[in-house]
């Protein structure tokens, strides 16, 4: 599986932005679904995941309420709606992908494909 993060930009404080994760290569259908981040001179950190079958959702405790992340296997991607963006939410977001698991979703080790990463920036 090949992925493509796409979407990321300058924001200010409060604003918005939706990322979206284009999968080549396979179907994503039988794939989990992650999104990681990375700020400077910080580790890589869990955002959101999504099960392969769509019916469950994980987030990190700092983006709960305020991101959601969705997918659309038909069109073979993945999506990060951001809403209320915080400075703090300045990194480099990657998405990533497993084959369908069970837990351990916010677990790096546990992705097998990723994306390049897209940069969000937030003003403050």
């Known amino acids: 599986v090949q992925l493509q993060a796409s979407g990321g930009g300058l924001v200010q404080a409060g604003g918005s932005l939706r990322l979206s994760c284009a999968a080549s290569?396979?179907?994503?259908?039988?794939?989990?679904m992650g999104w990681f981040r990375q700020a400077p001179g910080k580790e890589r950190e869990f955002v959101a995941a999504?099960?392969?079958?769509?019916?469950?959702?994980y987030y990190a405790g700092s983006v709960k309420g305020r991101f959601t992340i969705s997918r659309d296997n038909a069109k073979t991607a993945a999506y990060l709606q951001m809403n209320n963006l915080k400075p703090e939410d300045t990194a480099v977001y990657y998405c990533?992908?497993?084959?369908?698991?069970?837990?351990?979703?916010?677990?790096?080790?546990?992705?097998?494909?990723w994306g390049q990463g897209t940069l969000v920036t937030v003003s403050s």
């Open positions: 999504i099960r392969w079958s769509g019916g469950n959702t």
């Open positions: 290569g396979r179907t994503i259908s039988d794939y989990d």
């Open positions: 990533a992908a497993r084959y369908r698991r069970t837990g351990d979703y916010g677990l790096s080790l546990f992705y097998n494909y």
